[in-house]
């Protein structure tokens, strides 16, 4: 049991590098699009949040397939669960940005920030979310008693 316990330490301590790496170039991409598509009207932000989030997902996927979780082939199948995974945290940003958004633009010095600064804030609650996600949904492994089928790569019980 220390083995399987050793393991899944090693395997977060990856999670949160890549993660950590993904973070700060998710909000990068975001605040390039949004510095971008200024001028494109009051909710530009929200373009720059769909296509950075489907850029950052996939840079993302990769990280986790290759170091994190360590699988083989299913690129199309893990990469659908992975925005399945990112898509709920996704939603939660999409959802909480137009909230947050105008009340800090209400409270804060330089309102032109408060795009950034909604968008960081919900970036937190990804992070928590989407570790369980990965693990038991994105990059799930089969169970001992389960069989992959090798034609149609379906779990079999």
Known sequence: MKAESHKSLLQFARYILVGGFNTVFGYGIFALLNWSFTGLGSYSYMYAAVLGSLISITVAFLGYKWFVFRTRGNYLREWVRCLGVYGSSTLIGLVGLPILVPILRSHLRNPGQASYLAA???????????????????FRQKLSGEKVNVRTGTQDS
């Open 120 to 138: 960081a804030i919900l970036t937190i609650v990804s992070v928590i979310f989407s570790f369980v996600g990965h693990k038991n949904i994105s």
